[in-house]
């Protein structure tokens, strides 16, 4: 299987690729682990919709998954805790993404629904990779970072779920897919004994684009200028820094649509969600929100803040054309430059 982990500089992989698409097998460095020799359909996957047919090795269930790959991390720090050299660990978790396959011991756990039963399961998995950590002996000297690639999906029961008094997004608007809030503003929980504070919270923007200028730095490298571009090392915030990072991020919706982060404003150049979510008002091109005041994006300040959207479009331009927002020469973008709002001759002018 070329173009993998290993193909990339790591030195081992072990994995399955997202469960609801083939090949469903894992997978260990660049070969599969048995042959896909069978054909699975999508009756394996129950409702998910995203789930594709594929070949799969035999007898291939999606429950043993999470405990495998756990099982597999707690073996790879047993073994290098105690080794001289350092290591680098990445865990992508499978769950809790769909399909929710939820081994019987925790089905029915949470009271809420089958996904907050694998979220409990995921939980779980997450604890026992810490506690094997503690158990190396190597916990007091390890940098710790869990996060998540996007927010909550609305298909696993966030309706349910709702009903319940159990709101995914809390009282930001969107969910995943989309450029609101609720689509990518997710936890990033450090735990780095003797550097990061117990029990800490800092509120200054990041971006997971700052872990490969923050592993640098805990490794004494320097990053050459055409790598990193968006990235912004973590380590102030980690030593108990509260000046900000970075002035500005810029994430996008499934869709394309970007938005920009300055300070405690966010601009979106289009007028609903960029994703899945419904909500667009087509009398405001733009959304412009004030999210010191208003989390939930609730009150578009694009009329009121004329000179605002202004400047957050010209930022936005000049960051997608310098093709970086770190200090150093541009960098060249590998596809033509989108210029926001896009007008119907493609000038980007209004």
Avoid at 79 to 90: I, N, S, V
Avoid at 121 to 148: C, F, M, Y
Avoid at 160 to 172: A, I, T, V
């Amino acid at each position: 299987i070329p173009g993998g982990p290993t193909a990339v500089g790591f030195d081992s992989y072990f994995g399955a690729d997202v469960p609801n698409r083939p090949p469903f097998c894992f997978m260990e460095n660049d070969r599969t682990v048995g042959i896909p020799s069978e054909f699975a359909a999508p009756a394996l996957f129950g409702k998910n919709m995203a789930s594709k047919q594929g070949p799969a090795v035999e007898g291939w269930r999606l429950e043993p998954i999470l405990p495998t790959l756990t099982d597999r991390v707690i073996d790879f720090i047993q073994r290098h805790a105690k080794q001289p050299q350092p290591f680098l660990l990445c865990f992508s978790l499978t769950s809790p993404h769909t399909p929710l396959a939820v081994n019987d011991e925790w089905k029915d756990k949470s009271g809420l629904n089958r996904y907050a039963d694998f979220v409990m399961e995921t939980d779980a998995a997450v604890g026992r990779v810490l506690e094997a950590l503690g158990q190396s002996g190597a916990r007091g000297n390890t940098l710790v970072i869990l996060t998540s690639d996007n927010g909550c999906a609305p298909y696993i029961g966030a309706d349910e779920l709702e009903r319940k008094g159990h709101f995914p997004s809390g009282p930001l608007r969107g969910y995943k897919s989309d450029a609101w809030e609720g689509g990518h503003r997710v936890p990033f929980i450090v735990r780095w004994p003797g550097v990061v504070q117990r029990g800490t919270v800092s509120h200054q923007l990041v971006h997971q684009a700052d872990l490969m200028a923050t592993v640098a730095e805990t490794m004494g490298a320097k990053l050459p200028e055409t790598a990193g571009e968006d990235s912004f090392s973590l380590m102030p915030l980690f030593k108990g820094g509260d000046k900000p990072v970075r002035d500005h991020a810029v994430s996008a919706s499934i869709r394309g649509v970007p938005a920009l982060r300055s300070g405690s404003w966010k601009y979106i150049p289009a007028p609903g969600s960029g994703g899945w979510s419904e909500g667009a008002d087509p009398g405001h091109p733009v959304q412009l929100y004030n999210l010191a005041e208003d989390p939930g994006e609730t009150t578009n300040l694009d009329v009121s803040e004329v000179e605002r959207v202004a400047q957050m479009r010209n930022l936005l331009e000049e960051l997608i054309v310098r093709g970086r927002s770190t200090p150093g020469p541009g960098q060249k973008n590998d596809v033509d430059v989108r210029r926001y709002p896009e007008s119907s001759d493609g000038s980007g002018r209004q």
